[in-house]
C-alpha cells in the first residue's frame, strides 16, 4: 500500500541483508543499480551519473520512500528514466517471456532497501 510517497510495510517476510541487497546493487543479472547510480567506496567499476549519487540515501530517505522508488519510480515521477523493479501494469515493449515478471522479487526489493538504508554518513 501506497502512503504518499512511501510504501510502509516490507513486500516480503523475509530478513533482509544489507550484504545481498550490495551484490543485487551491482550485480548485472540482478538490479545492476551501479549502471545508472554511484556509491562511494563501492568496489564495482563504471559506476554510472545518470540517477542520483546514493552513498548517503540512507541520511535523505527512509526505507519505506526507499522502497517506493524501487518499486515504482515512474509513479511518483512520471518522466524519469529509471524501471519500475515491481510492477505489472502499464508497461511496454516487454517480450513475451517476462511477460507477467517483475524485475526484481519481493525479497530482492528488501535487501536493496536494507542495502540503501546503510548508506549514510555514519
Known sequence: MIVGDTIPAP???TVSS???GRTIFVDRDQGHC???HQIDDLDAEFQGNVGPDLSTVGDRLSPAQIRFRIV???SLIPDTVMPS???LHDLHQVQDEFQDQTILNAEQIE???AYLNSRTQE
Do not use: I, N
Open 85 to 87: 523493479y515491481y510492477r
Open 34 to 36: 551501479v549502471l545508472c
Open 11 to 13: 513486500l516480503s517476510d
Open 18 to 20: 544489507a550484504a545481498a
Open 72 to 74: 515504482d519510480l515512474q
Open 111 to 113: 535487501h536493496l532497501v
